[in-house]
Structures are given as C-alpha cells and as structure tokens.
C-alpha cells in the first residue's frame, strides 16, 4: 500500500514496525519512506511488485503479510491511529516546528549549530545549505558517503565552522546533551570523541570519581581515518585548549591510520593544557609523551583525566618546589613515598624511616605521624589530629611549600571529625601563604565510606570548602599531587601563558562560550531532550525537497539561489 505525500522519519516508522509486527495474526510489517534504498530492502524481503516501483521518497509504504484479510485491515487501521497518535503527541510537547530552513532561520536568527537527523541520501545537500547559513553542524545521521563527509569536513574548516559527524551519536556542549548523551556533572575536563559510546562511558566514569564536563565534542567514526584525515579531531582539540573552563582534554577514539595519529599526537603535544590520549585497541608503549598521558582503557582514561584536572593552570612563585605529605596512616604513607619515588626516580627508601620520615629527598616529604617518634605521651593521630595541626604552621609557612597532601581515616575507633580538625588550619595556611604572593595546592584522600559515624561525603565536603582538592584513592590523590609539583618544578604555568596557540574561528569559539542556540533538523525526539536540558531550539520537521523527485529537487534549489 502506497500513502502519497506522507514523510515520517526513519528511527519513527522503525518503531512502528516492530510495534504492528507483534499484532496478532501478523507475520511481517515494514513501514518505510519509498526512497530507492528503501525500496530495494523492501523488495529484498518479499515485498515486491509494480505498485512499489511508483512509490517516491515522499511517499509512505506499507507492506503486510499477515494470516488473513483481517489481520492486514487492522494493521491499516492501526497505522492511521498510531501516525494521528504521533502527530498529537508532537504537538503535545509545546515545540513549534516549521517546515523550511530559510523559517528556521527566521524563528532563531541567532542559531549556532544544527542537529542533522535525516536520511543520508539527503544529509549532503542540507548541511551544504546549513553551512553556507554560517551554522557549525552536528551529523547525526548515517549512510554519507565518505566523499561528502571529506568535502563538507573541508568546507566547514575553511569558513571556521566544525562538522562533527556523519554518525556521530555523542556530544554535549556545555552541558546541552545532543542525541545520545548522559547527564553528567560540569566540570573543566573536555573530550574530543570518535566513538560514542566510549566518550559516554569515559563522561560517567569521570562524573563517579567526582570530576565534571566542559564539553564532549563528537567526531564522526571516520574521521581519524586516512581519508578525512582528522580535521575535526584538529579543530576540536584546539578549540577546547583555548577555552578557559577546560583544563584538561582527553581524546577517545579506536586506533586511527598511523599518519592521523602522528599528526594528531603532534598537535596534541602543541597544546597548553594536560591530554590523556586513549586509542582504543592499542596497548601504550609509554605511560607518557611531555603532556600527553596514554591510557588502555575507557575508566583508566577517566581517572587519568579526574588526576590531572586543575594541574595546568597550577602557578606557584619563584622557590616553590617541595612536596610534603602529612599523613595518619603508616601503609598509606609508604603507598604515597613508594609512588613519589617511583616517579621522579629517587634513591631508596630508607627501611628503617628515621623520625617517621618515609621519604624525604630533594624538598620531598612523607611523614607517618603515626610512627613511635609523634606517639609518646600522647595519643595516635587518627584518635587526636593536634599531633598533625600542630605541623601544619610550620609545613604552610615555608616558602619552598608547593603542594600538601593528606590522608584521613575515618571509621570505629577514629576522631569525630577529622575533616573539621584540619579544616582551620588549613584554610588559615592558604590565606598566609596567598597574602604572601605564594599559591598552595593542598590534596587528600578519605579512607572511609558514607556508613562510618563521620559519614564520607560530609568529611569530603567540609574539605572542598576549605579548599582542598579530594580525590577517590590514596593512590589517585598522590598522582594528583605529582602532577601538581610537576608542573612547578618545570614552569609549566609559564609554558602555558607563553603557548604559541593557533586563533580559534569565532563560530567554534561560541558554540563553547554558553549553551549553544540549536536548529534541530530531523527526529523530534532530540528537540524535546535539548528543551529539556535548557536550551534555545527550533524544530526544523524535515521531509525530502519536492517530495524527493531529485530532477524537481535541483531546480527548487536554482530558484532558490537566485
């Protein structure tokens, strides 16, 4: 059966054939547009004929094999009721929809991105328009031939504009999910994605270990390949290294053609900012390359990514290089030192820890104060915290001081609250330190769980507020901290100011300065989910250009430019 003049997207008439499908008495029921594509599949199972090849892309078709005549009226009648039904509930959800893209424009002439979510035959000529609209896209859609995803790649780049996509089910610009996306936590950690599902998962497992978002920027799955070359991986990795709230980038993506990769770990090596590098499939030769941090896995690239936030824009004074842990617990202590060490390569440690010192070489210190030396006479410092406080003056006001890191153990048997006990002295410490031109980078860890008497996340938030930075493990805290002394030691602060950035094109810039303005071209669905989220969207309900007839559809364009 053949519905002339009645378009209805893709993903919508899939559901309904899975849906008619589970009728009674119904064997098979496909519902689709009559474009040639569709008709091919059609025909391919089983339903063929001379009425399918009058069918155009404008019009609805409907196949049935069904048990009797019955069965195939219900389905008819069913497919009224459920595209009447789909209508309502379109209208239901208070967003207006026009039926052009010069009204699109109209309605929001400040428009800075459109979502593409239409058949890929059509995607080519209708991002053409959307670009010569001066609008950055996001392709959504599949089936774009990888000729067009090159030239359109290369249009955008040389109008500074950005083409994410064909295929690219993943983004969120300042936390305006587009198609496929979580609700995840803002944040200063940007990602650069050329695979969906792994950018979501690596956006989750970040939003666990407590960091946020800035932005995740889609890529397309081919767009690392030797043909597109990587341009938008390129220009996203630059836009997010100009932005100010991200401060660190992680790129996730399955291995890309060896001369992609060299270029994009070249141009990642070029940015100011720290960049974990994850290409799915391959095992890093090395955990590191100057500012690049290789990972294996999608939470390994995660917690990388939640280590390194907030170390690049870390600017100590002249003289500031020591690192000095303060801790309770003597395995935690050793567990810090031994990384400590293993990282800058230092001598052994010393077995016998002298004066509870685990470590102390080069301005690095680990201290148990749990050791025998700090517990004679007075009681251990997980029960009293004065024996830590009271080092805390001495450790905050010396100029060589760069970094602090801290345990805190909670549970049965520890102080009441640990977190106010250091809590005042810390925050006393920063404010003379940064009344005396020194800026203090103070990292914990809390060894302990929302069941405990002192409860986890109030320990943790009674620490934030005074300004420390808490990270999910000892472990993660001290590769913090490392990260941190780092960067002083090796003037990084002073790299990054001094960085030789390449101008990012203004249109790419505002798509990450404020919730984008979006034309959603396509599937409703995603417009309810941006409106949802808060942001300014017009709802373009596409269907084919003279009802898809492409000699038709080729005029209507000359008139147009004209």
């Known amino acids: 059966m053949i519905k002339p003049n009645q378009y209805s997207d893709s993903v919508s008439l ?57 069965a195939v009226e219900n389905v008819l009648g069913r497919i009224d009721e459920e595209l009447s039904a789909q ?20 309605k929001s002439p400040d428009a800075e991105l459109a979502l593409v979510s239409i058949p890929g035959d059509h995607v080519a000529g209708q991002v053409d328009a959307l670009l010569d609209a001066n609008l950055d896209v996001m392709i959504f859609s599949d089936n774009v031939t990888i000729d067009d995803e090159v030239r359109l790649k290369t249009k955008a780049r040389d109008r500074g504009l950005m083409v994410m996509g064909p295929d690219c089910g993943t983004s969120s610009l300042g936390g305006i999910p587009l198609a496929f996306a979580n609700s995840t936590r803002k944040g200063s950690i940007g990602i650069v994605g050329a695979s969906g599902t792994g950018t979501q998962e690596v956006m989750i497992q970040i939003d666990r270990l407590g960091g946020g978002i800035s932005h995740a ?84 690239a995660a917690a990388k990514a939640v280590e390194l936030t907030g170390t690049a824009g870390f ?39 002298p004066n509870g010192m685990i470590l102390d070489h080069d301005g690095f210190q680990v201290i148990d104060l749990g050791d025998d030396v700090y517990t004679r006479g007075r009681p251990h410092p997980m029960i009293d915290p004065s024996s830590r406080t009271d080092h805390m003056p001495q450790v905050f ?32 410490g920063l404010e003379r330190a940064q009344a005396a031109g020194r800026a203090i980078k103070v990292v914990a860890s809390i060894c302990g769980t929302d069941r405990d008497a002192q409860n986890l996340q109030q320990q943790k938030d009674i620490l934030t507020e005074a300004g ?33 950035q390449q101008p990012v094109p203004a249109r790419i810039a505002d798509l990450l300065d404020g919730p984008p303005k979006i034309i959603n071209v396509g599937l409703r669905s995603f417009a309810t989910d941006l409106a949802d989220a808060g942001a300014a969207v017009t709802q373009y309900d596409w269907s084919p250009i003279a009802g898809g007839d492409p000699r038709l559809a080729r005029l209507v364009s000359l008139l147009a430019n004209r």
């Not at 569709?38 to 063929?48: K, M, P, S, V």
């Not at 209508?87 to 109209?106: D, E, K, N, P």
């Not at 030192?337 to 293993?342: E, F, G, N, P, S």
């Not at 420390?468 to 002394?485: C, D, E, G, K």
Request: glycine share 10%; charged share 20%.
């Open 87 to 106: 209508s309502a509930s379109r209208r239901s959800t208070g967003i207006q929809g026009v039926r052009s893209l010069s009204r699109a424009l109209t």
């Open 468 to 500: 420390v930075t808490v990270l999910a493990s000892n472990a993660a805290a001290v590769r913090h901290a490392i990260s941190l002394i780092e960067s002083a030691r090796a003037g990084h602060a002073d790299a990054v100011a001094d960085a030789d």
């Open 217 to 300: 920027i889609g890529l397309g799955g081919r767009d690392l390949s030797s043909e597109v070359g990587g341009i938008t991986c390129l220009q996203a990795m630059s836009a997010l290294d100009a932005d100010l709230n991200t401060d660190t980038i992680v790129i996730v993506t399955k291995p890309p053609a060896a001369e992609v990769r060299a270029r994009v770990e070249q141009a990642a090596a070029q940015l100011s900012k720290p960049v974990v590098a994850l290409f799915l499939g391959e095992r890093p030769q090395t955990d590191r390359a100057g500012n690049i941090h290789f990972a294996w896995t999608l939470d390994e």
């Open 397 to 428: 006001d010396d100029p060589a001081t760069a970094v602090v890191l801290l345990d805190l153990v909670l549970g049965y048997g520890a102080t009441d609250d640990p977190a106010g006990a250091v809590a005042v002295p810390i925050r006393e």
């Open 315 to 353: 600017a100590p004074a002249t003289g500031q290089r020591n690192l000095v842990g303060l801790y309770t617990g003597g395995t935690l202590a050793s567990e810090a030192a031994m990384l400590v060490r293993d990282s800058f390569d230092l001598p052994a440690l010393d077995p016998h820890h």
């Open 14 to 70: 899939m559901l309904l054939s899975k849906k008619l499908t589970d009728l009674d008495g119904v064997d098979q029921v496909s519902v689709m547009m009559g474009s040639p594509a569709n008709r091919e599949i059609l025909a391919a199972t089983g339903f063929d004929g001379p009425e399918l090849e009058q069918a155009g892309p404008g019009d609805l078709v409907v196949g049935v094999i069904a048990q009797s005549d019955e």
